[in-house]
């Protein structure tokens, strides 16, 4: 009996595998509409949910700016953040597979001519502070970083810069603002960028990116990723090409 209670206190106090996820997740992203809203709904929330949550990891989404999401995980004050492009930030681990594809678009006055992505780098540019799209499509060189895409369309209208780079989707949802007369405005898609996750660089991290990366395959081939994608009536064919082969 003696030698049982030792084994048990033992085995209470023994810690938990190395390489063995932790009960919860908690990854921060900006509030970004149908895909993470603060509300905790949304295509990239619910799939992460999927991801994790049969695993027995339960997600703990939290709104920040996405400068600030960044240094929370790079804080290892939380474990991932949504919407990196890879290598984008140093000293953060990367999955081996995206979960989105970003179609990025140019946003201008329909009186600018139609932007190309080569005839780019002759144009006064802006984007959001933290945004690298520099580091990922050539021709992108002047630009001013924004604090709030509010700014965006005042400084296009008082041509200060020729275009504004974002997300398609972000730029859709400037255009449906009050007060914005969208007819003045014409968005022409000009790249596309695979999507990340950007885990903590520490042991937690690593064990969460391990298990995204075999989850993600699960997902793919069972066709579950593809049903969440049509649920939010979202574009799955970028992604599609990006994803471990269904062998």
């Known amino acids: ?127 959001m502070r933290g945004y690298a799209f520099d580091r990922y499509l050539e021709h992108l060189r002047q630009r001013n970083e924004l604090q709030r895409r509010s700014s965006a369309l005042p400084m296009l209208d008082s041509r200060r810069i020729d275009y504004f780079i974002d997300a398609r989707p972000e730029l859709e949802e400037m255009l449906q603002g009050d007060g914005v007369d969208a007819s003045v405005y014409r968005i022409t898609d000009i790249a596309s960028i695979p999507l990340y996750l950007g885990f903590a660089n520490n042991e937690r991290g690593r064990a969460l990116a391990r298990l995204f990366d075999a989850r993600m395959q699960v997902l793919y081939r069972s066709g579950e990723l593809e049903r969440l994608f049509d649920r939010w009536h979202w574009p799955y064919a970028p992604l599609k090409p990006l994803l471990p082969p269904k062998e």
């Not at 939290?62 to 804080?75: F, I, K, N």
């Not at 919407?83 to 681990?93: A, F, L, Q, T």
Request: aromatic letters at 12%; charged letters at 25%; glycine letters at 8%.
């Open 1 to 127: 009996m003696r030698r049982l209670l030792c084994l048990l206190c033992v085995l209470w106090w023994l810690p938990a595998r190395a390489d063995a996820p932790p009960a919860e997740i908690h990854v921060v992203s900006e509030a970004w509409v149908n895909y993470t809203q603060a509300d905790g709904r949304g295509l990239a929330w619910d799939l992460l949910r999927a991801l994790y949550e049969p695993e027995g990891v339960r997600l703990v989404p939290r709104s920040e700016p996405y400068v600030r999401s960044v240094g929370l995980v790079q804080r290892g004050e939380a474990d991932a953040w949504v919407g990196s492009y890879r290598d984008e930030i140093s000293n953060v681990i990367y999955p081996r597979w995206p979960y989105d594809v970003d179609p990025i678009g140019a946003l201008g006055r329909k009186d600018s001519p139609v932007p190309k992505l080569a005839d780019l780098e002759g144009f006064r540019l802006a984007w």
